[in-house]
């Protein structure tokens, strides 16, 4: 329906639910159940009150550098809900609606956060890769899955994350290449919050659209709405739908706009005005769904009000529990590299541990 019709370099981005809740393309809604969409909405809502709990823990000291996702909770949930438990997930460094949706452990999230690589261990039905930090690392990845999948006789799907910033990286083009020319079963999310870290997507790439860097691979390529979570499921699901019977790759760009700072370390006054941030307000994915919910009958304040304290305080059990045990031993520091310690990491290894017992730690 979308992939078909879509042309990169003339049609506007996909939308079925305006700013304010309403529907305007309802021949395109996707048909979900309600508790469908209450799932959909929780995980948004649990996901920003992770966020702002988290960004209050670190400006305490109790935290380590830390990515919000504020903003961009429709295009990461929206997207990976139209995917099966068994599909694969790469993800970058911002998406927690997506770890939420497949299943990772809070206590798990929190402890990466805290500088602990053991929270990226996830369960074993939980099929998200660790957090790639190398910018569009992942998208080779997330080929690497789709390859095996196919290879293995399975109908599973490998979906990636990147931002538009990684757009620019060689990686990015190598995956897309890679996987249009092998047709492989791969869904490419482009979550694109308008800024590489500091620097706008106008300044970073000379194509009008993300979505059109598609063309030169072959592969279809379509704006959405990032902040609509029906345009994103909706789109997603075509083109996973695509992507399982053998027909290749989607790239999919998510229009929205990163709300928060790049990092805990980053100051976005510095780079972007307020009243650009009021105008994205105006637009957030999470108070958008909550008309509609609210308009269908299915929410209401008082399911609001007791679901915010109920994850609130099992946000705060949980990273309390992690700030008592989850500091990482010092030999982790060293042991994930290599096989085997060189004798310059053990030299490394020894000079650390003789510093941190004649400071008694």
């Known amino acids: 329906m979308f992939l078909e019709n879509f042309d990169p370099l ?29 799932k959909l909405y929780e995980t948004m809502r649990f996901s920003r009150i992770i966020d702002e709990k988290t960004l209050q ?15 961009q909770e429709a295009t990461q949930v929206g997207s990976i809900a139209a995917t099966r438990q068994t599909d694969w997930a790469a993800p970058s460094f911002r998406e927690l609606g997506i770890w939420l949706y497949k299943g990772a452990p809070l206590r798990s999230i929190f402890l990466y956060w805290f500088g602990n690589e ?30 095996a999948a196919r290879y293995k006789g399975l109908d599973d799907i490998a979906i990636a994350y990147v931002g538009d910033g990684g757009t620019s990286q060689g990686d990015f083009h190598e995956a897309l290449n890679f996987s249009a020319v092998q047709s492989l079963p791969n869904v490419f999310v482009v979550q694109n919050n308008q ?7 106008k300044i970073q790439t000379k194509a009008g659209t993300i979505a059109q860097k598609a063309i030169a691979y072959g592969i279809p390529g379509i704006q959405v709405d990032g902040n609509d979570i029906f345009a994103m499921y909706a789109v997603t699901k ?5 992507a399982r019977r ?15 700072a790049h990092t805990t370390s980053d100051d976005p006054t510095v780079y972007r005005d307020n009243s650009e941030l009021d105008e994205w307000r105006d637009k957030d994915p999470i108070d958008r769904l909550r008309k509609y919910m609210i308009e269908k009958g299915i929410w209401d304040d008082e399911k609001e009000e007791a679901f915010t304290e109920e994850k609130g305080k099992f946000v705060k059990e949980t990273f309390e529990d992690v700030e008592k045990s989850g500091l990482t031993p010092l030999e982790d520091t060293f042991d994930y590299v290599f096989a085997e310690r060189t004798p ?4 490394q290894y020894q000079a650390k541990k003789a510093f941190y017992a004649k400071e008694g730690k």
């Open 10 to 38: 003339k049609d506007s981005m996909i939308q079925i639910m305006d700013k304010d809740g309403k529907i305007v393309n309802p021949d395109a809604m996707p048909e979900l159940t309600d508790e469908e969409i209450v």
């Open 57 to 71: 823990y670190q400006r305490q000291g109790r935290m380590l550098t830390y990515a919000p996702n504020l903003g």
């Open 118 to 147: 053991m929270g990226m261990h996830m369960p074993e039905d939980v099929r998200v890769l660790p957090i790639s930090v190398p910018i569009a690392s992942q998208m080779q990845h997330a080929t690497g899955l789709a390859y």
């Open 195 to 201: 800024f590489a870290i500091s620097t706008r997507r």
């Open 238 to 242: 075509e083109a996973v739908e695509r």
């Open 246 to 260: 053998g027909d290749g790759p989607t790239l999919i760009e998510a229009y929205t706009y990163r709300m928060g």
């Open 344 to 347: 310059i990491l053990e030299a």
